[in-house]
């Protein structure tokens, strides 16, 4: 129990922070678009990330040493186009939350959805290399691996499902404006990050 708790206190701790990814599903969230579909590819690509790096999956950028830069750059382009979308909108204003009419089909949601995840570097320091190395800590490395993998699940479904709380703010077009030009931010700030090393 004490390793399934480490797992679950780590792995909260690394995913709260806002990032692409959790923008993302926020305003999916926000949207009431796909939702459920949203939590379950985020928290089932940490699970499987982090099962990799509690398992020793993590020695693979030694015996592939360009995947690090390849995924680096892709994100940074990815990002950027991303962070360009959420400024143009942001600018363009007029929007307000209408969950009933806007958002993308299922398919384009997932594909954005998994280019925020596996084109995210980040994710690969959090998940592969963090939780990776502090499991080999505890005693139960199994537990900790389903600790960190409940957490995901745990996070992202809250933040999927508790964003409706927040949707009579975003009826306001303002509101919305705001949050583009955030997510924005966001995306434009992590692209600089990777950009800078």
């Known amino acids: 129990m004490t390793s399934f708790l480490a797992g679950l206190g780590t792995s909260l701790s690394l995913i709260a922070a806002i990032g692409a990814q959790n923008?993302?599903?926020?305003?999916?969230?926000?949207?009431?678009?796909?939702v459920l579909a949203c939590c379950l590819f985020c928290a089932t690509s940490d699970m499987v990330l982090i099962t990799a790096g509690v398992f020793g999956m993590s020695a693979a950028g030694v015996h592939l040493p360009w995947l690090?830069?390849?995924?680096?750059?892709g994100g940074v382009v990815f990002l950027l186009f991303y962070g360009a979308r959420s400024f143009r909108a942001a600018l363009r204003g007029g929007e307000a939350l209408r969950p009933e009419g806007q958002g993308a089909g299922l398919a384009a949601t997932l594909t954005t959805l998994a280019a925020l995840?596996?084109?995210?570097p980040h994710v690969?320091?959090?998940?592969?290399?963090?939780l990776g190395a502090i499991s080999a800590q505890w005693p139960d490395r199994v537990a900790f691996a389903i600790g960190a993998s409940a957490a995901s699940f745990l996070f992202f479904l809250s933040l999927g499902f508790g964003a409706r709380f927040l949707a009579p703010y975003f009826a306001r077009p303002r509101?919305?404006?705001?949050?583009?030009?955030?997510?924005?931010?966001?995306?434009w700030g992590i692209a600089?990050?990777?950009?800078?090393g």
């Open 68 to 73: 690090a830069g390849a995924m680096r750059w």
């Open 117 to 120: 995840t596996w084109l995210n």
């Open 124 to 130: 690969y320091l959090d998940t592969v290399v963090l």
């Open 23 to 34: 923008a993302f599903v926020l305003k999916q969230g926000l949207l009431r678009r796909h």
């Open 175 to 187: 509101a919305w404006q705001w949050l583009e030009a955030g997510v924005g931010c966001v995306m």
């Open 192 to 196: 600089l990050r990777l950009i800078a």
